[in-house]
């Protein structure tokens, strides 16, 4: 079991991989989810389960083994 963060969770891409990891039971300890300033505060459901939005910078403070990270091309 790792520690995950999802980095842009909010924004489509990152919502299909919240959709990805649930599908197949990937063996999560603990999820942080990332989003810019707009976002942080917001909701998001995964597993069963409900969690806020943080910022990138909170993130970095934490204990994470794997981040997922999108970007814009």
Not at 43 to 48: E, G, L, P, V
């Amino acid at each position: 079991m790792v520690n995950i963060a999802v980095v842009g969770a909010t924004g489509l891409v990152g919502q299909e991989m919240l959709k990805v990891l649930e599908e197949f039971h990937f063996p999560v300890q603990k999820c942080f989810f990332c989003a810019s300033e707009k976002s942080v505060g917001k909701k998001i459901h995964f597993s069963n389960n409900e969690y806020t939005v943080i910022s990138i910078e909170e993130a970095l403070r934490l204990p994470i083994q794997i981040a997922l990270f999108f970007s814009r091309q």
